[in-house]
């Protein structure tokens, strides 16, 4: 009897007793001591028990640090989980353009660094090495970072063979250059509406020298050029040369930005193919695998 008591009064000190008191089942249980040390398990027991908790926990993109944020997400607005989590990991739930950081945080390979409205480009940032884009592949006066021009033409060729006419409209872009365009929006368009389409000076990606607008003649960049067989083949394939659609469809809360059919950015072919066959956002990679 004294060593049954005995063993009553160690187990009541164990996770799995304090859990089961907490209100969590017994196969939640067995997950939250499967992959949370005691730290963590610690501070969910500060916490009641919460149904939502224990589904966060199982997102492939889960990250315990933004917890609360996601928590405080659910109650404010009537989303789904997984839009949930992405927007948290991503900073949206935050206001745009707030808790501004460099754009060259901790990031090693200089192929994902992350342009969007919370990182920033310095105003004196350009590629290493321009090249200009030959007019076969793109309209005049058109600039890439030279690293990526291969992998570029090799992605137009492949279309070509396909019967495919991909063409360059829009490349390098400098801090200037982009001043000058969202400013000309804002004085056309008004400030609401040109948040949503367009980023502000050091925050567009075009000045990486490692996006490009890419359409087919006679469309230009218009949401039409979606319905175009060239669309549906750079929707498929652009991943193959390490390019992404950067800005998908029903993803401007994860974004910041509308959906553009034409804007790809490159990435190296490893992420471009993960963020393609699992269908998020280069945002979402960036904040739960680089960041």
């Not at 004294?2 to 187990?11: F, L, M, S």
């Not at 839009?83 to 353009?97: G, H, L, P, S």
């Not at 707030?98 to 994902?112: K, M, W």
């Not at 992350?114 to 105003?123: D, G, H, I």
């Amino acid at each position: 009897m004294i060593i049954n008591a005995y063993n009553a009064i160690q187990y009541r000190k164990t996770y799995e007793y304090k859990l089961l008191e907490h209100g969590y089942s017994e196969n939640d249980t067995g997950f939250l001591k499967k992959h949370f040390d005691e730290h963590r398990l610690d501070y969910l027991l500060e916490k009641n028990a919460d149904e939502r908790i224990v589904l966060l926990l199982k997102d492939d993109y889960f990250i315990f640090d933004n917890l609360d944020r996601y928590l405080a997400l659910w109650d404010d607005e009537k989303r789904e989980l997984r839009e949930i989590v992405a927007m948290v990991n991503a900073n949206t739930d935050r206001d745009f353009y707030s808790d501004v950081e460099s754009a060259f945080v901790d990031i090693d390979n200089r192929y994902l660094i992350l342009v969007n409205k919370f990182y920033q480009l310095p105003e004196d940032f350009k590629p290493d090495e321009k090249e200009a884009i030959s007019s076969m592949y793109a309209y005049a006066n058109r600039v890439i970072d030279a690293s990526i021009y291969d992998e570029f033409k090799s992605m137009w060729h492949a279309a070509d063979q396909e019967d495919l006419t991909l063409i360059v409209q829009s490349a390098f872009r400098s801090f200037e250059a982009q001043k000058n365009i969202h400013n000309s929006f804002l004085a056309s368009h008004g400030r609401e509406a040109t948040e949503r389409f367009s980023a502000r000076a050091g925050h567009s990606e075009h000045q990486l020298g490692f996006a490009l607008d890419i359409t087919t003649p006679g469309y230009g960049l218009t949401q039409a050029f979606e319905e175009t067989d060239e669309f549906k083949w750079l929707k498929e394939n652009a991943h193959k040369f390490g390019f992404i659609l950067r800005y998908p469809k029903d993803a401007e809360h994860i974004t910041g930005y509308l959906y553009e059919p034409w804007h790809y950015r490159y990435v190296g072919e490893e992420v471009a193919a993960y963020i393609y066959q699992n269908s998020i956002t280069f945002d979402e990679y960036y904040a739960y695998y680089l960041k």
